[in-house]
């Protein structure tokens, strides 16, 4: 599966538009890690922590996506938007939101 956040693919022609296809995922982040991401705050430097959980929660909603695409017929994803946020109490969990346009080109 091709996945780009351009409107085309480099090489390929768009020869079918096959609709709008989203994938999602929402990871908690555990009290220790919150912790010790609290401490990585203070002293300064990356949370390497939730870096793994961003990473995590990016690989399941890639899959999503790819996996709705290619059940329309798909082999390609355009225009992709990705979006990262927080939510739940005081922003306790991560969430990824991932949405393209699901094509066939050739």
Known sequence: MIITTTPT???Y???????????EAILGANVFKDFFAGIRDILGGRSAAYEGELRKARDIAFGEISDRAAELGANAIVGVDLDYETVGAQGSMLMVSISGTAVRVE
């Open 9 to 11: 693919v480099e090489g």
């Open 13 to 23: 022609v768009v020869r079918e538009y096959l609709g709008v296809v989203t994938g």
